[in-house]
């Protein structure tokens, strides 16, 4: 699982008018997403309490985190995400997300490229035993 936010050195660009802070710079992803197309962006939340069902697809999936705060577990790591942070999680990687208070709901963008056919679908997935828990008391 790969986590990243915001919170760097923004690069000056378009004649000094624009401070981008990029989380994945400029082409450092290109040769893993080649011969991928936009497959979505959206935003979604999960009610306290709610899990999203594990489960895997061939895309590269991002998760943007808005509001609240959650625990995502992608194959056996979990983690605890804070608003600005980004979750990538790699194609065909179990995964689910859920709200790291169970009375708060949270809110993430989420986009994703994909690899799949057209009559592609989510496939259902068991995580396996996190072999990194999550702490909400720690921190991250």
Not at 62 to 86: M, S
Not at 102 to 109: D, W
Request: aromatic share 10%.
């Amino acid at each position: 699982m790969d986590i990243r936010n915001a919170k760097v050195e923004p690069t000056v660009e378009h004649g000094g008018t624009c401070h981008t802070y990029f989380m994945f710079p400029k082409e450092s992803v290109r040769a893993e997403t080649m011969g991928s197309y936009l497959e979505y962006v959206a935003e979604f939340e999960l009610a306290g309490g709610a899990h999203l069902e594990p489960h895997t697809h061939d895309s590269d999936e991002f998760y943007y985190l808005l509001q609240g705060r959650a625990i995502v577990q992608v194959d056996d790591e979990q983690r605890l995400v804070d608003p600005g942070d980004l979750i990538h999680i790699p194609p065909n990687a179990p995964h689910s997300i859920w709200s790291a208070d169970e009375a708060a709901r949270f809110r993430a963008l989420s986009f994703a490229v994909s690899y799949m056919g057209e009559e592609a679908t989510d496939i259902p997935a068991e995580l396996p035993e996190p072999r990194i828990r999550a702490s909400i008391e720690e921190g991250k």
